[in-house]
């Protein structure tokens, strides 16, 4: 059996596309990182040369950085999806998880939880994902299925499991696929 399933590789990569390739040039490489934090400024309303706005440049740097490091197998600058999809496959198969991913959750649900609370309801979680270009619509779906219809919000803890399941899951029904605002794959 393969080590990654082709339900695995459609989510691994809806991530490549909506979230890690900004520029939709088909790699992932450093303008994709400046594209992104210009949009997470623009909806954090982050203003550039604060504190806040250094933060997150920081984390995107780390996070690409390592990514290239880990999956930029050619050393041509930029990972390919093929690149991208053989870092996952060495990563499921040997239980390793990249070190850039915890960067990159934490990132990410800061991103998500504008009010700081703690948790991302499905208004923050909608805000967020059009921002990358995902329907309202879409969203809506998404979280509905991620929270089992109950309407309830994520938790830190949450997020973090059904990112693993994100990851790992073959099992259409679980929560954890509809993490990252696609409602169906
Ligand atoms: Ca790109
Ligand atoms: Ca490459």
Redesign the pocket.
Known sequence: MAAVSDFQKKKLLHLFNTFFDCNKNG?IERKDFDMALERVASLRQVSQGSGKYREVEESLNYVWEHLKKV??????????QQ?WLKMWEEAITSQQEPQWVKRYQDFLFEVEDVSGDGKVDEKEFVAAYTQFGIGQDECRGAFKKLTNGTGGEISKADFEKRFREFILSNEPSAPGNYLLGKSTF
């Open positions: 790699t999956a930029d197998r050619d050393n041509d600058g930029n990972v390919s690149e």
